[in-house]
C-alpha cells in the first residue's frame, strides 16, 4: 500500500491534519499474499479511511495480502476523522471511495453516496459524563460534546430521547474527535457523544467517567452498520472498478473473519498503535463473513438494518423522509462481487 496522499482541494487539507492529529500512517511492503498473480495494470484509486479496527481493518489486510493488486487494484490511501468528511471528498472527486459509520449513514440515503459493501455492525459508541452525573435525566442544561453528524451524535440523541429527552433539553456543542477527547479530559464539557478506542485515550486521563448509554441499549430496535461508499457518478461511470473494490473488500473481510489475531496485529502495525488498543477496540465490532454478508442482503436483514437508520434520520431532522436503500445500497454488485 502506497504513503501517497493526494493533493487536490479538501482532501489533501483534510489528510494533513487527521495524520497531524492522529499520527497515522499506511505503509507496508511484500505482503504474505504478494505472490498472487495480479494483472499487468493496476487501476488507481483514492481510498478513505477512519484510523480505527472499523475504518482501516481491511486496507490493512489486503495491503498485506496483496488482494489490492490481486483484484487489479492499486489504492491511495487516505486518513479521515469523520464520515461526513469522506462524503465531501467523494463529492468533490478527491476520493473514489470511503469509509463511513452509522452515524454518517443519512448521507447515502439522502443521495450523496452510494453504499458499495456493508462492513461490520458497531457497538463502540458511548455517552459518556462526567463524575457526579449518574443518569441520563442528570444531563438536562448541561454542555454535552459531540461530532456533528456522526455515531457519537446519533448515540447522543437515542440515548435522550429513550428517557423522554432532546437535544434541545442539553447544551450542545459540536466538535471534531480529537476536541471532544481534549476537552472532556480537561473538563470543558460534562459529557460528550463519542467512540472507542478515543474513550480508551479519555478514560487514560478521567479514570471515574461515566458511561450512561451504549449501542447495545438500543439493539431489539436499531442496528448500527458501518460501510463503504463511493459517489453516486463514480458508480455509475465505473462498475467495473466498483466490482474489483468490492471482490477485493470481501476477500480481505473474509480473512479478518478467519484471522482476527493477526488482522489486529497488521491493522496496529497500519495505524501505529499498540495491539492491545487494536484489540480492545475490535471487541466492539461484530463480523460477518461475506458469504453471511449476501445471506443477510438477500434475506432484507441489510435493507432492514438501513430502513432502521432511516427512522432515526427522519426524526432527527436529517432526512425529510424515509428512503428506500435499493437506491443507494449497490446489494446486486455487491453479491454479485462474489460470484
Known amino acids: 500500500m502506497t504513503n501517497a496522499f493526494a493533493k487536490r482541494g479538501i482532501l489533501a487539507a483534510v489528510a494533513v491534519v487527521a495524520l497531524a492529529l492522529t499520527g497515522c500512517a499506511a505503509d507496508s511492503a511484500g505482503g504474505k499474499g504478494s505472490d498472487a498473480a495480479a494483472p499487468e495494470e493496476l ?26 493488486e490481486k483484484h487489479g487494484i492499486e489504492i491511495t490511501p487516505s486518513v479521515f476523522t469523520n ?7 467523494l463529492g468533490t472527486g478527491d476520493l473514489d471511495f470511503g469509509y463511513i459509520g452509522p452515524g454518517a449513514m443519512w448521507l447515502p440515503a439522502s443521495g450523496q453516496a452510494k453504499i458499495v459493501s456493508i462492513n461490520t455492525l458497531g457497538s463502540a459508541d458511548r455517552v459518556i459524563a462526567q463524575a457526579g452525573i449518574d443518569s441520563l435525566e442528570d444531563l438536562k442544561g448541561k ?9 457519537g451524535d446519533m448515540i447522543l440523541n437515542l440515548a435522550l430521547e429513550s428517557v423522554g429527552m432532546s437535544i434541545d433539553d442539553v447544551e450542545k456543542v459540536a466538535m471534531d474527535p480529537s476536541t471532544v477527547v481534549a476537552a472532556f479530559a480537561s473538563k470543558q ?10 474513550i480508551d485515550t479519555i478514560e487514560q486521563q478521567v479514570p471515574d467517567l461515566n458511561i450512561l448509554a ?19 457518478k463514480f458508480v455509475e461511470e465505473n462498475e467495473e472498478t466498483v466490482t474489483k473494490v468490492i471482490a477485493a473488500l470481501r476477500e480481505a473481510n473474509d480473512f479478518r473473519a478467519e484471522n482476527m489475531d493477526e488482522t489486529v496485529a497488521l491493522t496496529a502495525a497500519m495505524l501505529k498503535l499498540e495491539e492491545a488498543s487494536v484489540e480492545a477496540d475490535s471487541k466492539n465490532v461484530k463480523i460477518m463473513t461475506s458469504a453471511e454478508l449476501d445471506e443477510l442482503t438477500e434475506d432484507g436483514s441489510v435493507t432492514g438494518w438501513l430502513e432502521g437508520m432511516n427512522a432515526y434520520f427522519v426524526g432527527a431532522g436529517k432526512l425529510p ?19
Open 83 to 89: 464520515g461526513p468528511l469522506q462524503i465531501q471528498a
Open 214 to 232: 451504549e449501542n447495545d441499549d438500543f439493539a431489539e430496535t436499531v442496528s448500527f452498520p458501518t460501510a463503504f461508499v463511493s459517489a453516486p
Open 143 to 151: 454542555k454535552v460534546a459531540v461530532p456533528e453528524g456522526t455515531s
Open 321 to 339: 423522509e424515509p428512503v428506500d436503500p435499493a437506491t443507494y445500497y449497490t446489494s446486486d454488485l455487491y453479491v454479485g462481487a462474489g460470484k
Open 189 to 198: 464539557v460534562d459529557a460528550a457523544g463519542i467512540w472507542y478506542p478515543l
Open 43 to 68: 487501476t488507481p484509486v483514492n481510498f478513505g479511511y477512519i484510523a480505527d479496527f472499523n475504518g482501516a481493518s481491511l486496507l490493512a489486510v489486503a495491503d498485506d495480502q496483496g488482494i489490492w
